[in-house]
């Protein structure tokens, strides 16, 4: 208070003056510290409201998520006997404890199949078919917290009985083998959606990959319309642009992005441009935001880059591949890292482009090998809904977000594909 002091001395009003006024001033004082301190407490209290007021939302519509890897990386570890997913697994990205944290409503999980079967192993259709069976059985095996789901219906008598949608995506157009067969009996086992590629062309469908202005042939639009007759959602998630345009004109019913980010923020293959988002709302679609560092920010897209380019002159200097790994992690250690907010400013620029009517979650768990900070794994989701609302999100457009628009698209397919069956189109 010394200092405060020194500001009375020229004061008029004698000794005594400058007591009242050393006293207003210490009273000044003590009251900007309290409204500091509630200001404070007050900001602290609405991002935990923001939270509160999410997670009761989530407890009235199912969130479902697009993607997630865990049936891959359950099988990458030695299958259903190697990991419990009844209990929480630190090392992975997905469990029943945290998928009741982050009150996931409906998962669609990826029965992903590597473009390597194309050349070697076991055939694309059988490593679908493990995969479908995987997930089935995962379902299974906690039938208090998990039941399979075929339709938006089954989603919502789901998610009043209180358990997690267990949905089946296959991830890679290779799994059918040319075959429309394969494909019906895919949907016959309840498969609802199908990523047309992976990272590698067909003679059918363009991969994002290619630099190739090829999108879909006279059978991929084949196989396009078998899935809406089948009420299979198309996923364009992974093909090129052209395919993207391709599909969007081939296709009857809403198709889905079921794992992208938007390309006008992260300049990556794999995000959905501008030109393409404008078309989605005629179509009536979704492009599910993905949670991969390399899609949400442009800096860590860059930075990956300047890794691949740096790994290869390492490459070349013939270092082994410890060596290798060790620069890798280090190089992967110093760069710039996604958020949270990122995440939620794609949400945002789909909204703006396309319409809040088309843009859903698609996390990419336990595909991903990098988090944004904040969106770590599955129980996290509620605060990415929380970020929505701080921004002002109305709750009716947050429930879209979360699972809304998932249903809609589900029911829509489901409608295209009856009025197909009866001839009616
Ligand atoms: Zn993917």
Known sequence: ??????????????????????????????????????????????????????????????????????????????????????????????????????????????????????????????????????IKRLCAKSPRDLAMAYSAADVER??????????????????????LGALRMFAALGVRYITLTHWRSLSWATASTDTARRGLSGFGRDVVREMNRLGVLVDLSHVNDVTMSDALHATRAPLIFSHSSARALAHHSRDVPDSILRLVPANGGLVMVNFNPAF????????????DARVRALRATGADSAAMADSVHAWGARGPKATLAQVADHIEHIRDVAGVDHVGIGSDFDGITEVPVGLEDVSRFPDLIAELLRRGWSEQDVRKVAGLNALRVMRAAERVAAEMRKGKS
């Open 158 to 179: 789901n998610f009043k009985a209180g358990k997690v949608s267990c949905l089946i995506g296959i991830e890679g157009g290779h799994a059918i083998e040319n075959s």
């Open 296 to 307: 949400v920010s442009e800096a860590v897209r860059a930075y990956g880059d300047s890794v």
């Open 1 to 134: 208070m010394r200092g405060d002091g020194k500001r009375c001395d020229g004061w008029r009003g004698g000794p005594q003056g400058r007591e009242a006024c050393r006293r207003l001033l210490v009273t000044l004082a003590f009251l900007s510290v309290v409204v500091l301190s509630v200001a404070v407490s007050v900001r602290h209290l609405s991002a935990q409201d923001y939270r509160a007021q999410a997670l009761r939302i989530l407890q009235t519509v199912p969130l479902i998520d697009g993607h997630n890897d865990i049936p891959d990386a359950i099988r990458a570890r030695g299958g259903l006997d190697s990991v419990d997913f009844a209990v929480l697994q630190p090392k992975l990205m997905t469990d029943i404890p945290r998928l009741r944290t982050g009150l996931v409503g409906g998962q669609f999980w990826a029965a992903y199949v590597p473009v390597t079967t194309i050349d070697s192993g076991p055939h694309p259709a059988v490593y679908a078919l493990e995969q479908i069976d995987l």
